[in-house]
């Protein structure tokens, strides 16, 4: 995994308001991190295009 890439994850357990399900996610973890972590930090987006939120 390489930060910038963008990958589909199962974020089924969460606690509270947390998004769930498999969504599309951004890896923001530096590569040296990547590659002997064993976790990585995602930005998690939505799949949902349609609806524009103004800001």
Same mark, same amino acid.
């Given at each position: 995994? +390489? @930060? ?16 769930? +399900?498999? @969504?599309? #996610?951004?890896? #923001?973890?530096?590569?040296?991190? !990547? @590659? ?11 799949? !949902? #295009?349609? @609806? #524009?939120? +103004?800001?």
């Amino acid at each position: 995994m +390489k @930060r910038g890439e963008i990958y589909y994850a199962d974020l089924s357990l969460t606690l509270g308001s947390e998004m769930g +399900k498999l @969504r599309p #996610v951004l890896i #923001v973890s530096n590569d040296i991190s !990547n @590659r002997v972590a064993t976790t990585v930090t995602i930005l998690p987006l939505t799949s !949902n #295009v349609t @609806r #524009v939120y +103004k800001g």
